[in-house]
């Protein structure tokens, strides 16, 4: 599965994806994530170059209608979109024309691309929408707005999903696209060390212990339930599922 990432702000994301499960994922091959600044794709009239030789990039403006705030402008993240569709398609070109030099060359299935705008107004983004993109589609492009939005004409012309994680309003997209990934990366075979350890596939209660048995704290002692020592996995399914 490949991610695409397009942001103002991608070393938001390089904690994140180094450590734990998604850090592995990335070293195994199992998942990729690719990132697409739009200032680096603006074109030349939204750039201003300085006598020191640094250059200021105009990625936002005031919004027609008035209010508060400024508005990412359209030209950057149409820019940096049609620069990861790009990159998608030269990877796969790449790879068939390997392939079409092999003694037996095997048929291989073209990119599926998934556009996915976040804000709040958009569908919530659950379990399902996630295996739905993992089973589906090959890449998916993230565009992560910050300030008061992006300009509304990306959303008409790349009819990206409108999603949302939460009734909240957060500073940009970039936290949302990490839940996204970390999800969506759950559901692809390998990244977890067994697959039917996905909360979503087995019977999970929202309560777990470990050592020791028994915990003292302040002098009183907190227990492990007793079915969950007996051994009996019909007993403790059941506890499970009663949602203890």
């Known amino acids: 599965m490949k991610f695409h990432v ?5 070393e938001s994301f390089d904690s994140y994806l180094k450590e734990s499960i998604i850090g592995r ?8 994530v690719a990132f697409y600044d739009p200032r680096k794709y603006a074109p030349k009239e939204l750039k201003k170059k300085w006598p020191d030789g640094n250059v200021t990039v105009y990625a936002d403006g ?6 508060p705030g400024m508005v990412l402008r359209a030209e950057p993240y149409i820019a940096a979109i049609e ?21 037996k060359p095997k048929k291989l299935a073209k990119p599926k691309i998934k556009l996915v705008y976040f804000s709040p107004a958009g569908e919530k983004f659950t379990t399902a929408y996630a295996k739905n993109a993992v089973t589906t589609f090959t890449d998916v492009i993230f565009i992560c707005g910050r ?18 994680i939460g009734d909240y309003v957060l500073t940009g997209g970039e936290l949302p696209a990490m839940v996204c990934i970390d999800c969506m990366a759950r559901q692809v075979s390998g990244v977890l060390g067994n697959f039917d350890s996905r909360e979503e596939e087995r019977i999970s209660s929202s309560k777990v212990y470990t050592r020791p048995e028994v915990l003292i704290h302040k002098k009183k002692k907190h227990t492990v339930p007793d079915v969950l020592l007996s051994g009996n996995p019909k007993l403790i399914d059941e506890w499970k599922k009663n949602g203890n």
């Open 62 to 67: 005031r919004p027609f209608g008035g209010g």
């Open 25 to 32: 994922a990335i070293s195994q091959k199992l998942i990729s």
């Open 6 to 10: 397009v942001t103002l702000f991608p």
């Open 147 to 164: 300030y008061e939005g992006i300009d509304a004409r990306v959303q008409e012309i790349f009819k990206a999903d409108d999603i949302s």
């Open 83 to 103: 620069k990861a569709i790009e990159t998608i398609q030269k990877e796969f070109e790449k790879l068939d024309a390997k392939n079409k030099k092999l003694a």
